[in-house]
């Protein structure tokens, strides 16, 4: 065996010329593959990574029955019980109360229906970093009278930093909600739908305008690790009376969840016609070796080699080559994806107002992670097995006498 194997090794340096083109479709197959499959992987990981920070959290804290109305009615106290119960467990990162409800705004001639959330804007902004997405003024503090909205809504308002927001909505119990907010900051959010009617106002400013003082909609929660999550929220609910509801992110994002799966069945089709490309590649690039190799075949079995063995160094050839066009692959791919992971491409133009249309951020982010080298390198490596049997059955089946005279 050790001299086959010998054999196999000096066999593919003895045409370099044939050895690197082979190497190199493979090399290609294991770029394009690892490439869109990171492409694929981050953009909907961005997608859902956007709606849990800015908008769901992974957990989130309700009174029984809001999220069926979504009234500012349906709210609940925060007591001292639910803070000590997230602080004591270990797989909550942070949590963020939070009073969500609908108002109109006025400035001018101009209406429009905006999402107001109250937040605790030291809170919010360690979580999501908001004081750095604000393109202009400055982000609310917890003692402010001001509000911060969306670029968007304050390019549809015709307003600008400094400049006044009426607010007109329903309180607590059908109070009437009223006030007027200077404009502190305008920001711009990764999520198009929250830049168009998104205003925030710190947590006790906005229990004031809503009459729903020390009252809560909502408490969203990070984890430290989300592959955990139906876990934590099991014990959360164990720890809650029948008034509380707890709710993943995966239930609150339902419509985002079918486009996620809807277009990660698209993108797998892709790959799999991109796989078949590939497959014919190396299929043709390893049909043509084995062709011109065909007199070489003929002679060894004439000489006395059985086509046993010939099968084996052809195998061990095709395995080197491929394992190590593998490893090529990979080390070309890693600095690659790891420069566009960190360093996402950011799209204009029609490209950037079609994935804005569908609530996407005008990006092409990247992840690097072991899953994707692992399914990638596997599903190559099938490609290069399936491609060797042509070879193998040429072997058993070839005539010596043809082989030689062509």
């Not at 509801?245 to 069945?265: C, G, H, P, R, S």
């Not at 791919?333 to 133009?349: T, W």
């Not at 596997?378 to 005279?405: G, R």
């Amino acid at each position: 065996m050790n001299t086959l194997i010998k054999m196999a090794w000096r066999n593919i340096w003895r045409n370099k010329k044939r050895t690197v083109l082979t190497m190199s479709s493979i090399t290609i197959a294991i770029f394009l593959s690892l490439f869109s499959r990171s492409l694929q992987k981050g953009t909907f990981g961005n997608m859902i990574s956007n709606a849990v920070k800015f908008s769901s959290g992974y957990l989130q804290i309700q009174k029984k029955g809001y999220w069926e109305d979504k009234t500012i009615d349906e709210t609940f106290e925060q007591t001292s019980k639910i803070q000590n119960l997230l602080e004591k467990n270990k797989n909550i990162s942070s949590f963020l109360p939070r009073l969500e409800s609908f108002a109109l705004a006025s400035s001018g001639l101009q209406t429009k229906g905006t999402m107001v959330i109250g937040t605790i804007p030291e809170l919010e902004d360690q979580l999501n970093n908001y004081s750095k997405k604000i393109i202009k003024g400055h982000f609310i503090s917890e003692k402010d009278n001001s509000i911060v909205i969306g670029d968007e809504l304050a390019s549809f308002m015709k307003v600008d930093v400094g400049d006044s927001l009426v607010l007109l909505g329903q309180g607590y119990h059908g109070i009437t909600a009223a006030a007027k907010y200077n404009i502190k900051g305008i920001l711009h959010l990764p999520i198009p739908q929250l830049n168009k009617q998104l205003g925030l106002l710190p947590f006790q400013e906005c229990q004031y305008f809503y009459a729903s003082e020390n009252r809560l909609t909502s408490i969203s929660l990070m984890l430290n690790d989300p592959e955990l999550i139906d876990k934590t929220k099991d014990e959360i609910n164990n720890s809650l009376n029948k008034n509380y509801a707890v709710m993943t992110w995966a239930e609150m994002n339902k419509e985002l969840l079918q486009f996620v799966d809807t277009k990660n069945i698209g993108s797998i089709i892709m790959l799999a016609v991109l796989y078949i490309v590939i497959g014919f590649g190396v299929f043709g690039t390893i049909m043509m070796m084995t062709m011109e190799r065909r007199k070489e075949f003929a002679i060894m079995v004439s000489i006395g080699m059985r086509k046993s063995k010939l099968l084996i160094v052809v195998f061990f050839e095709t395995l080197f080559i491929g394992c190590g066009a593998i490893v090529l692959g990979i080390l070309i791919s890693y600095p690659v994806l790891l420069y566009l992971s960190q360093n996402p491409i950011k799209l204009s133009g029609e490209f950037a107002l079609a994935m804005e249309k569908v609530g996407a951020e005008p990006i092409l982010p990247f992840v690097l992670n072991s899953e994707i080298f692992i399914y990638q390198t596997l599903s190559v490596i099938l490609i290069v097995m399936v491609a060797i049997t042509y070879p193998l059955i040429f072997i058993l089946k070839f005539d010596v006498l043809k082989a030689m005279k062509n």
